[in-house]
């Protein structure tokens, strides 16, 4: 996430302040990552990290407190009417969308963002699978062990990504992999 955002940062201007959604923030993990990044290259950065989970929302909101550029909101990114983000980013959100409604939700992040979209989520291959059931069969606890192997199976391969991308109608955003377990479906608009 923070490579992209290097990335993109050669082209602001300025002084300019930089609006970004996260999408799924759990505990806004991300969201504090991108304002340190921020800070230390005197980014003006405004970050709304939104999460569905109340009780998430809630922990997320104590762990940002240090952090005035972070606003976290408890909600849907469907009932979202608010543009003006200059991106939206959602790690490890996508695979939890039921697969009929992954296009639409991409285009609905093309209309909230004016510039840019970054999606980071499991890569779908054996290694992943393999890893992550070992590592949750190894620390944890019941759910894990369930919940860790199927994310690894509604996850996405790099063809899969690029068809999305095309079926949404988004030829900016390109897929790669990042690691042996992650891949990211990110671009900018022109």
Do not use: M
Request: net charge positive; aromatic share 8%.
């Amino acid at each position: 996430v923070l490579r992209r955002f290097r990335d993109w940062s050669k082209r602001w201007h300025p002084g300019e302040q930089i609006r970004i959604l996260d999408v799924g923030t759990g505990l806004a993990d991300i969201p504090r990552g991108l304002a340190d990044w921020g800070r230390n290259r005197k980014f003006r950065l405004k970050i709304t990290a939104l999460d569905l989970v109340p009780e998430i929302a809630d922990l997320a909101r104590t762990a940002c407190a240090p952090y005035p550029e972070i606003e976290v909101r408890c909600g849907d990114v469907k009932a979202l009417q608010e543009k003006g983000f200059d991106y939206v980013l959602a790690s490890l959100f996508l695979h939890h969308v039921p697969p009929p409604e992954n296009a639409e939700t991409l285009r609905l992040f093309d209309r909230l963002s004016r510039r840019g979209i970054l999606v980071s989520d499991l890569c779908r291959n054996p290694v992943s699978y393999a890893g992550v059931w070992l590592l949750s069969h190894l620390i944890g606890n019941r759910i894990v062990r369930h919940d860790g192997p199927l994310s690894v199976r509604r996850a996405f391969t790099i063809p899969e990504l690029e068809t999305l991308a095309a079926e949404a109608g988004l030829p900016y955003l390109a897929a790669r992999k990042e690691s042996p377990f992650r891949v990211i479906l990110a671009g900018e608009k022109r």
